[in-house]
């Protein structure tokens, strides 16, 4: 009987060690220290990003540290740093600093995870030096709760050189810009490229862009607001108007079944004349080929009524967690990110913080980063922005129409069924206090 | 009188036979007992770990199929609500479409296949063994190189796609991208790696015919293929009714392939429920709903087999 | 895959057509490994231009790259950790178990019996989301501990399951002997089953290894973490980095691949044994 008992003893005793002695080896985000002499945050940090955005964070962090000897910094660096922030703050966990796309900001402050920042934003100024359509974005119920990450565009690259052989105009409307894709069609040239099998949430980009330039900003607006239905006309005309544009092969068809770096390709190699994408695009191509000749335009608007508009977005927001043993340390560090000549640093590489106040002309960034970042601060000084889904759409109609807009073009759903599906996810939205309200 | 003596009769022997009983239980019971709790401290570690991985989940599943969780916020109880959704859902339906299709695809192309292979290498004296080693590689092969290698192989412009493109012929199939064909073009790299797993099961079922029917059938005049269709194959009915009901179960939660390739497109032209509830539960923040999905698959699965069972008992011999 | 449907069987005798048909078959069937080997040793702009063709030079050096810049060393480590510990403590559990189950027949244990079969029938993606969240709660999230503990508990069925048609064959007499002699259980376990059971546990071991090594989707689901990735996902985030370098791509594949074949050259008799008889009892 004692022998039985020690055999079991002892084989628990060694199934546990090893399996306690495996957990050495997870680097996972460690608690707070809440001590008295030291506090320490955590942040998550993306290992996709590039090497200098990510070099420069850690420069950032050294000098914070520097500076505030009674504080230090975790940064993890993980493969999907939403994911896990996700993850981890449904369970009640999470790090002090939480790094997420703004939808998931509005979900979180929605459950009360997050700080407001109204207090901090009053004691290092900050309410004066973002726009209030970055504020708008940032806030739910009324409190703001985030500090924006950057601020992204959706622009048409083209090729220059290409365009200036065939005396190819910029076009100002949706007809015009059916007649250029039919000549470069008839050119056997691809008019738009675009690929997404490798990460399909890439659809995210058309969806914005054919709403912001279909619907204009103003009836866009009511319909993320509640005050249009999905299912009316205009709405309609538009989603047509996009799958018209696929159904020409104006924008490449097997789109779904390519990757965006083949995709890109099919552009720098001259396969392609335009290729729809974001401002952060200017490095991958930049590091593709160098020598090739390219610029930037606006989508045209689709309506004869409307002014064309740059679709914006805020690829994400800073906020705090509820669970940060020291808050006041967290907002410390956050305000010295966005100190002016810390932030400008990271102009350089590409990445536009919507400070008002930057003076960006001093920076020495690529000539091609200087062309969006003029091209962004003079579309936003106009006003006249699209609205991007991953920033301003509710979480389900978003996640419904960039999941579907493939099936729609394929003709696998009606156009009528995806305004109707559209239409009730945004009344859940509403229902779950899902819609931003700007 | 009678009455009361048989009656009283009868329970005196039901006393003594309850004490024999008693007695018996009695005496055996001490060693029996010890026994039985030593049994069950060997047996505890394997079943507790498995119940703690995946049989609390499962009864979870159904727990959190009934609720409106969306990962982060309280989850409120609505009862069958999900369920009901489900049926409405033209979306599932169209995978679990989808779904029938591959298990057509499967019941029929790798279990032929792995017949002919399997009939044509029984013969084989010398070397059977290398054959039957070399064929089966692809099956220990990790699903995700799988699928890498034969995304590029239907890669339209490094694969057969361009191949095809270059040597002139207008319109090849393009694998992945149309949507007719995504599904089966996904179903049959799957099946590349299933054939060889049956193909042994059927080598060893092969190995245990009786050699003397087919002899027989020969020097009746028939030809090796009228021989193998109508003799050999029949012998091996339980192996194959085995195989089709594996092929079904199995289908029915087939997921790395087509997660891997094409995540369901495009469109969702290649759409199975697995990737359908996977999505669900990870990006689209519906893990109440993702629930009832998986519930209904582990039903389908639990009828199936019932129906099988019970066919069986009726004495049909599936 | 043979793409011929023909049934080619001509008259018993002709093993040579026979021989050709086969190896014509394995060669169909291969090519995509061997497209793998072939791809890894070109430089991208070949494999663009020259998909199916040999290397004009062995590019040996994709596979450092590769190795270096997929960080393959702690991928392997990871794996290994993961594997040795999984089949460590599933056929501890499991050997106890099964014998229990088929020498000592405890009542109830039919019901455990059946409640094995049952999970064996059902899917292991079924049970992603509540131990996703649960794991989360139990901060088990991304930790090799929390994979291997999963990797544990939905092996167990299968190995019960087919040790138990094992035990079935050690006849009783040897083990009625022993109790006769005063040995317990325990004793009896180690001294007499174990020795025995050395080719099951093999068998075993390799099916464990080969379903922990080859693992991808709780893998993938479970661990984000770069420095915790198994082979499998190391596989599948590089990939998804490097997508358009089909020549590091293919050098990956092969890196990944290679220690299960080397493992299944020297054991196939028993992998392929142990994969069809387990499957078969389920």
Redesign the interface.
Same mark, same amino acid.
């Given at each position: 009987m004692k022998r039985k008992l020690a055999a079991l003893c002892a084989l628990s005793l060694t199934a546990t060690m090893l399996l306690t002695g495996c957990g050495s080896s997870d680097s996972g985000e460690k608690k707070e220290d809440s001590s008295a002499e030291s506090t320490e945050l955590t942040m998550f940090w993306g290992s996709g990003q590039s090497q200098e955005s990510t070099d420069h964070i850690k420069t950032v962090i050294s000098e914070f540290e520097e500076k505030n000897p009674d504080i230090k910094f975790n940064l993890s660096i993980v493969s999907d740093p939403e994911g896990q922030v996700k993850q981890q703050m449904a369970a009640g966990g999470g790090p002090d600093i939480v790094n997420t796309d703004t939808t998931s900001m509005q979900i979180f402050a929605s459950s009360g995870y997050l700080v407001p920042l109204d207090e901090y934003a009053e004691q290092y100024k900050w309410s004066e030096r973002f726009d209030q359509w970055v504020l708008d974005t940032l806030s739910y119920d009324g409190q703001w709760y985030g500090l924006p990450k950057e601020m992204v565009g959706l622009v048409v690259y083209y090729n220059e050189s290409m365009f200036k052989e065939n005396g190819w105009e910029i076009p100002t409307t949706y007809d015009e810009l059916v007649k250029l894709c039919e000549e470069m069609t008839a050119k056997d040239i691809l008019p738009f490229t675009f690929g997404s099998s490798d990460y399909k949430q890439a659809n995210q980009w058309w969806v914005s862009q054919l709403f912001s330039a279909g619907m204009g900003q103003e009836d866009l607006h009511k319909l993320l607001q509640g005050e249009m239905d999905w299912t009316s006309d205009e709405v309609r005309t538009t989603v047509e108007n996009f799958v018209n544009l696929w159904e020409n092969n104006y924008i490449y068809q097997d789109f779904a079944a390519i990757t965006m770096d083949e995709a890109r390709n099919l552009f720098t190699s001259g396969k392609a004349g335009m290729f729809m994408s974001g401002t952060w695009e200017v490095s991958p191509i930049e590091e593709a080929d160098p020598d090739f000749e390219w610029n930037i335009y606006q989508m045209p608007s689709w309506r004869n009524d409307a002014p064309s508009v740059l679709p914006v977005a805020l690829d994400g927001s800073y906020s705090i967690n509820t669970k940060c043993e020291n808050p006041d340390a967290a907002a410390k560090f956050l305000d010295y990110v966005y100190q002016k000549d810390v932030a400008v640093r990271m102009h350089q590489f590409g990445t536009l913080y919507p400070l008002n106040d930057l003076d960006t002309s001093s920076v020495d960034a690529p000539e091609k980063v200087k062309l969006l970042q003029n091209f962004l601060d003079d579309s936003l000084a106009t006003g006249k922005i699209g609205y991007c889904a991953w920033t301003y759409w509710p979480a389900n109609t978003d996640t419904y129409a960039w999941n579907n807009i493939e099936s729609v073009c394929m003709g696998q759903i009606s156009i009528d069924e995806y305004l109707e599906k559209l239409q009730e996810n945004f009344k859940v939205d509403e229902e779950k206090g899902n819609v931003l309200e700007f | 009188m009678k009455k009361k003596v048989m009656f009283l009769n009868f329970r005196i022997r039901k006393r003594v036979l309850d004490m024999k009983q008693i007695k018996k239980t009695k005496l055996i019971s001490k060693s029996e007992r010890k026994r039985e709790l030593l049994a069950w401290t060997m047996i505890l570690p394997a079943l507790l770990l498995n119940v703690f991985i995946m049989g609390g989940p499962i009864i979870g599943t159904f727990g959190i199929s009934l609720t409106d969780w969306d990962g982060i916020r309280q989850a409120s109880f609505i009862g069958l609500d999900n369920f009901k959704k489900l049926l409405q859902d033209t979306h599932f339906f169209w995978a679990a479409l989808n779904n029938l299709k591959w298990a057509v695809f499967f019941l029929i192309v790798p279990v032929i296949f792995a017949l002919i292979i399997a009939g044509i290498l029984r013969k084989v004296k010398r070397g059977q063994l290398i054959y039957r080693t070399l064929f089966f590689i692809p099956y220990i092969v990790p699903s995700v190189v799988v699928a890498k290698i034969w995304t590029l192989i239907y890669s339209p412009f490094y694969g057969i796609t361009a191949w095809l493109e270059k040597l002139g012929i207008q319109n090849p199939p393009k694998f992945l991208a149309d949507p007719n064909i995504s599904l089966f073009s996904v179903a049959f790299v799957d099946s590349w790696r299933y054939w060889v797993f049956l193909m042994v099961l059927f080598l060893t079922a092969f190995s245990q015919v009786d050699k003397s029917l087919e002899e027989a059938a020969m020097i009746d005049g028939a030809n090796p293929v009228q021989t193998f269709i109508n003799v050999t194959i029949p012998q091996i009915r339980p192996t194959i009714s085995m195989v089709l009901i594996l092929t079904t179960i199995w289908s029915v939660t087939t997921f790395d392939f087509v997660y891997l390739m094409t995540g369901g497109g495009p469109g969702s032209s290649s759409e199975l429920v697995s990737t359908y509830m996977y999505r669900l539960a990870m990006q689209n923040q519906q893990p109440g709903y993702a629930s009832a999905i998986s519930l209904v698959m582990v039903l389908f699965s639990v009828v199936f087999m019932s129906v099988i069972g019970l066919l069986r008992k009726r004495g049909w011999e599936i | 895959?043979?793409m011929n !449907?023909k049934?080619t !069987?001509?008259?018993?005798g002709t093993?040579v057509h026979?021989?050709i048909? $086969?190896t014509i078959?394995?060669i169909v069937?291969?090519f995509?490994?061997a %497209?793998?080997i072939l791809?890894s040793l070109k430089t991208n702009q070949e494999?663009?231009e020259n998909?199916?063709g040999l290397p004009s030079v062995p590019q040996w050096n994709n596979y450092v790259t590769v190795w270096q810049q997929g960080g393959y060393s702690t991928a392997f480590l990871?794996s290994l950790?993961t594997v040795v510990?999984a089949i460590? +403590?599933v056929v501890?559990?499991?050997g106890?178990?099964a014998?229990?189950?088929t020498k000592? !027949?405890?009542?109830g244990?039919r019901l455990?019996g059946n409640? /094995?079969m049952f999970?064996m029938? +059902?899917? +292991? =993606? *079924?049970?992603?989301?509540? %131990?996703?969240? *649960?794991w989360? !709660?139990m901060?088990l999230?991304? =930790?090799?501990?929390g994979l291997? $503990?999963?990797y544990? &508990?939905?092996n167990?069925?299968l190995i019960?399951t087919i040790m138990k048609s094992f035990f079935l064959g050690i006849p009783d007499e040897i083990l009625e002997s022993a109790r006769i002699d005063g040995c317990?259980?325990?004793k009896i *376990?180690w001294k007499i089953v174990v020795p025995v059971s050395k080719p099951i546990f093999l068998t075993s071991s390799l099916l464990v290894g080969?379903a922990v090594?080859?693992e /991808?989707?709780y893998a993938n689901?479970f661990i984000?973490?770069?420095? $915790?990735r198994t082979v499998?996902?190391r596989?599948?985030?590089f990939? &998804?980095?490097y997508? @358009?370098d089909?020549s590091q791509?293919?050098a990956a594949?092969v890196i =990944?691949?290679l220690p299960? +074949?080397i493992l299944? $050259?020297i054991f196939?008799r028993q992998?392929?044994e142990g *994969? =069809?008889a387990g @499957?078969?009892k &389920?």
């Open positions: - | - | 895959m043979s !449907k049934r !069987k001509k008259e018993k093993s026979t021989h048909f $086969l078959a394995i069937s291969l995509p490994i %497209l793998l791809n494999v663009m998909p199916v990871n950790l510990v460590v +403590v501890a559990s499991c106890c178990c014998y229990a189950m000592l !027949k405890p009542r244990s455990v409640y /094995f999970t029938s +059902v899917s +292991v =993606t *079924l049970c992603l989301i509540p %131990l996703f969240f *649960l989360m !709660k901060q999230m991304n =930790t090799l501990r291997i $503990l999963i544990i &508990g939905i167990i069925p019960v317990g259980e325990w *376990l080969l090594w080859n /991808f989707f689901s984000q973490n770069d420095g $915790l499998a996902t596989y599948l985030a990939t &998804g980095q997508s @358009s089909w791509v293919c594949g =990944t691949i299960m +074949v299944y $050259l196939q992998f392929i *994969l =069809t @499957s078969v &389920g």
